[in-house]
């Protein structure tokens, strides 16, 4: 080992402004430094093995010194990592599925687990190998690299420990500050600029996980800037990881950003994809889901090859809830649910990034995505450019961030999250309509609440029933002042522009979907014609007048409220816990009944008004059915169906129902349906409570003693209060 190699090794990690040389003696090097306020001498041999003083301690190598506790102290790094990673167990990996492109083969192979950990385990002495790790939002990145980590950190592991530089915890606008973040945070006993020389030898591997968030006023420049010296100063190592959004990839070229420009450069490629159904069913039952809950999502249609649901990230959070049965009925919306659960996510990117509020940031994230919808929306396409994208940011961010990080921001606004490539590299869209719908829903009922005019899109565009779905879920989450504001907003819409006939329509459609929040006081639809509407759960006071429905969806919808008469109807879709009051459909063509996932059609008036008789007021006592304790009973069964269970504090959306004086009646009545516990989760107040069958109390079959018996009990005990008053 030379003299000049030494001292480039060594020097960095004397302290500063301290003596230090590298001279000849006795047939070896001696190196006299200062570290830590300790002067020391080590002499470095011919074949490279090190004599230390004071220590008296003999080292192979450079690289078993630095690793020593002289210095980087590896196994305390490692110590210190899987303290922090203790969380990653094998139960919580969902392991990686993708293509890997390897340097000189022309085709793609499959990714394994074990095969990449091997490729990124192999030290090179001749050339800078990478490791590039990409693919969308929610596919798993991170959670590689933190299992590569935890691996790594293992007392038994031989192979290096595993720096993973992220930007989580400061505002990172280059290379240097996320290295030096990434020491600090661990407390490890070398510095940012040491870090080339320690990956050189090969004393820690490097991960640059999110180099998408290393982005500065002017873009990227700095930062590609910044890895080609890094990258240079390294010279040779293990395949360093370099890990970001596909989308940010492939808009900045990365072959001409940096593989062209170093020689010795070579290149791998991982791309990660939704992991298979079969991997995600194997998952779920880890996670502690029965067999029958496995069958309940495979038939709902979550679990196709490549949907958005097969992502890692989102595949965690619907495995954390337990089961399908719970995932479907504890959150009013689960799709609702995933999409807030990732705004949060790319919230906390967003305030890692920039100075920024964390609500400020979920507010503007909101405000963002509703821009790019309502532009799709209006135009008639499932996608926008990435110049629209950075005005979108812009006019998002603009009130809550400075110039200096608003620039920031629109420079990465082509690689946010769920916003991926559309064939062409300046396009983006949406990997699934459900997510669409989620974030236009929740811009239109923003818009109606704050504004008092209509969008392009509610003029020329059409509301149909999936995006109906997702402007009740918002409605349901809202509170009824809130609601009631919607519902002045589209009454004078409506008498206004009564000459727009799509407008009306589409009006008319969401003015109809109001009716599901029973607290709301009367919804008023008449003389005007609709393509689809929906009602769920307990409909509100309504009256329907003169109103042409093309197709009208009382899935599980008590409308004993509504009256239905003055509605004409081509298709009225119901099932078996639809409820009508005593003003009936008036003229339905077309009556579909779904039945264990099945649809019948009727087409004869007999047959329709038949079934239409048999789920209305006159089955059941219909004075009895307006006592306060059977309409409050009928309204908490509803719920139950659609909410798994009930959380006892004031953020779930159904926290009124069970704060109703009425709740003690029911629970001494149905204490055998009703079950109350706790779960594992943070919070001061994790109650939850459920009901079991809540269908069959709200129409007990013939066989159902029990279901019939409560029912009765609920009906005499509601007269029996009805006396007292």
């Given at each position: 080992?030379?003299?000049s190699e030494?001292?480039?090794?060594l ?13 000849p003696?006795?047939?070896r090097?001696?190196v ?6 300790e002067s020391?001498?080590?002499l470095?041999?011919n074949?490279?093995?090190i004599s230390?003083k ?11 010194l630095l690793?020593?506790?002289e210095?980087v102290n590896v196994?305390?790094f ?7 990673l ?5 139960a919580?990996?969902?392991?990686p ?5 390897l ?7 499959n990714l394994?687990?074990?095969d990449?950990k ?9 050339h800078?190998?990478i490791?590039l790790?990409?693919?969308p ?9 933190e299992?590569?980590a935890y ?5 038994a592991?031989?192979?290096?420990p ?5 930007s989580?915890?400061?505002r ?9 973040h990434a020491?600090q945070?661990?407390r490890l006993?070398?510095?940012f ?7 050189r030898?090969?004393?820690i591997?490097?991960a ?9 006023p002017?873009?990227?420049?700095d930062?590609w800037?910044?890895l ?17 959004r596909?989308t940010?990839?492939?808009?900045q070229s990365?072959?001409e ?5 170093i020689r010795?450069?070579s ?7 939704p992991?298979s ?8 039952k880890?996670?502690g889901w029965?067999?029958?809950e496995l069958?309940?999502?495979?038939s709902?249609?979550?679990?196709v090859?490549g ?17 399908w049965?719970?995932l ?8 609702l ?6 705004v ?5 990117k967003?305030?890692?990034m ?7 940031a979920?507010r ?14 209006s135009n008639e396409?499932d996608?926008?450019?990435?110049g629209?994208?950075?005005?979108a940011?812009e006019?998002?961010?603009e009130p ?17 999250g ?7 590299g300046?396009?983006r ?15 239109l009922?923003d818009?109606l609440r704050?504004a008092?005019y ?5 003029r020329r ?18 509170d ?9 907003r589209?009454?004078?819409i409506i008498?206004?522009?009564?000459y727009?006939?799509?407008?009306v ?5 969401m ?6 929040r029973?607290?709301?006081s009367?919804?008023y639809?008449g ?13 509100c006071?309504?009256k329907?007048?003169?109103?042409h ?5 009382v899935?599980?919808?008590?409308c ?5 008469s003055g509605?004409d109807i081509?298709t009225?879709?119901v099932?078996a816990?639809?409820k009508?009051g005593?003003f009936l459909?008036?003229?339905v ?5 779904e039945?264990?996932?099945s649809?019948s ?6 047959d ?9 007021d006159e089955?059941e006592?219909?004075?009895a059915?307006?006592?306060?304790l059977?309409r ?14 009930i959380r ?12 109703d ?13 009703i ?6 989760s ?5 109650q ?5 069958r809540?269908?069959?109390l709200?129409s007990?079959?013939?066989g ?7 029912r009765a009990h609920?009906v005499?005990?509601?007269k029996e209060l009805?006396?007292k008053q």
């Open positions: 080992m030379n003299e030494v001292k480039r090794v020097s960095v990690f004397a302290d500063l402004a301290t003596p230090f040389s590298v001279a003696k006795d047939g090097l001696e006299a430094m200062v570290r830590e306020g020391r001498t080590y470095i041999d074949a490279g093995s230390a004071p220590s008296g301690k003999r080292y192979l190598n450079l690289a078993s690793a020593s506790e210095f196994r305390e490692k110590a210190t990592q899987r303290r922090i203790n969380g990653r167990t094998p919580c990996f969902i392991p599925e993708g293509e890997l492109s340097h000189g083969h022309v085709a793609p192979i394994e687990f074990d990449f091997n490729i990124i385990g192999r030290q090179s002495d001749s800078l190998s490791m790790l990409d693919g939002a929610g596919i798993g990145k991170t959670s590689l690299i299992r590569i691996e790594r950190a293992e007392p592991s031989t192979a290096p595993i720096l993973h530089v992220v989580s915890g400061g990172l606008t280059d290379l240097n500050k996320a290295l030096a020491t945070s661990l006993q070398f510095t600029d040491q870090v080339p020389v320690l990956t030898l090969g004393v591997q490097v640059i996980d999110g180099f998408d968030e290393l982005v500065d002017d873009g990227y420049k930062a800037s910044a080609r010296n890094f990258l240079l100063e390294v010279g040779s190592c293990a395949p360093m990881i370099l890990s970001g596909d940010f990839f492939d808009q990365f072959e950003r940096l593989a062209s420009k010795n450069l290149l791998d490629h991982a791309r990660l994809r992991v159904p079969s991997s995600a069913k194997t998952y779920l880890q996670s029965s067999d029958n069958k309940d999502i495979e709902s249609g979550w679990l090859e949907s958005y649901h097969l992502r890692p990230f989102f595949l965690a959070q619907i495995g954390g809830t337990g089961g049965d719970s479907s009925k504890s959150h009013s919306s689960p799709q649910f995933l999409v807030k659960q990732f949060l996510r790319e919230a906390g967003v305030n890692q920039v100075e920024i509020d964390g609500a400020d979920e503007s994230l909101w405000q963002f995505y509703g821009l790019v919808v309502d532009d799709m929306a396409t996608s926008v450019d990435i629209f994208l950075s005005v940011c006019t998002a961010f809550v961030l400075n110039q200096s990080d608003l620039a920031k921001l629109t420079a990465k606004a082509g690689s946010f769920l916003l991926e490539s559309g064939g062409s300046n396009i869209r949406f990997p699934h309509s459900e997510l669409q719908n989620q974030f236009l829903a929740r811009s009922f818009e704050t008092d209509a969008s392009n899109f509610m565009g059409r509301v149909d029933i999936p995006l109906i779905q997702a402007f009740i879920d918002q409605v349901d989450e809202a009824v002042e809130s609601v009631t504001t919607v519902k002045g589209l009454d004078h008498s206004r522009e009564g727009a006939e799509r407008l329509s589409n009006c008319g459609g003015l109809i979907s109001l009716i599901s029973s607290d709301l009367g919804v639809v003389g005007f014609s609709i393509y689809d509407a929906k009602i769920v759960g307990v409909a006071e309504s329907f007048a003169g109103t429905i093309s197709h009208l969806d899935r599980s919808a008590d004993k409220s509504s009256d239905l509605a081509v009225l879709t099932d816990s639809t009508f005593s459909p008036g003229n063509k077309t009556l579909q009944v039945s264990n996932g649809v059609a009727f087409r004869d008036p007999a329709i008004a038949e079934w239409i008789g048999a789920h209305s089955m006592d219909s004075a059915s307006e006592l306060p059977v409050y009973f009928d309204r908490l069964c509803r719920r139950f169906m659609r909410q798994h269970q006892a504090n004031s953020d779930d959306s159904a926290y009124f129902l069970i704060q004086p009425l709740w003690e009646e029911i629970k001494l009545i149905a204490a055998g349906r079950v109350t516990g706790t779960k594992d943070q919070g001061p107040n994790n939850f409570i459920r009901m079991s809540p269908e069959a709200l007990p079959g013939k159902d003693a029990e279901s019939s018996a409560i609920v005499k005990r509601a009805g006396a």
